[in-house]
């Protein structure tokens, strides 16, 4: 049963595994650069080999607060350009990236990652999450999109401008 569930094990999820493993044995390191991400995750070989899609979803498809493409999972938080952390619940995020999956589902892991799930929730306790003034902004997104309707945002405000006169 144990090899089906490596064999079907998605790639967010390994992910996950390598940076919460990293951020386990590293408690005082605050992020990791995505290649020690990816390198974690070819040392811990929860899949027979690291699949190519490791490094991007590491880059890109877990990163919550980056824009997805076409990824939409709330895995990761970009800290500064190239490194990762876990990312929390408190953290500000895409607002497209709204509802995803921020953990595995226990079931869809090996057992033997299944306490990292309870080691997750201890380890976002108390964390701030960054600022709430961006999270604010980030929620303004696509507001006022109404105003203008099918007209060009330039053009509408270059419109209101004439009639100010």
């Known amino acids: ?16 595994i390598a940076t919460a493993l ?9 992020d990791f650069a995505v290649e020690e991400i990816v390198e974690r995750a070819r040392r811990e070989k929860i899949s ?34 190239g490194h990762r952390r876990l990312y929390c619940v408190a953290d500000p995020f895409d607002t497209r990236r709204d509802g995803s999956k921020i953990v595995p589902v226990a079931s869809d892991i090996p057992e033997k990652y299944r306490a990292l799930l ?8 108390g964390r701030s999450g960054g ?13 006022g999109k109404d105003l203008w309707g099918a007209e060009n ?3 509408y405000i270059n419109r209101l401008r004439e009639e100010w006169g």
């Open 1 to 16: 049963m144990e090899a089906l569930i490596e064999r079907e094990l998605k790639v967010a999820d390994e992910v996950w």
């Open 22 to 30: 990293l951020h386990r044995e590293h408690p005082s390191q605050s």
């Open 48 to 81: 027979d080999v690291l699949r190519p899609g490791v490094y991007i979803h590491a880059q890109m498809h877990c990163v919550a607060n980056r824009p997805p493409s076409p990824g939409r999972y709330r895995m990761l938080f970009e800290t500064r350009p």
């Open 118 to 125: 309870h080691w997750y929730q201890e380890w976002c306790k």
């Open 131 to 143: 600022s709430s003034r961006f999270a604010a902004l980030l929620a303004l997104e696509g507001s």
């Open 153 to 155: 945002a330039d053009e």
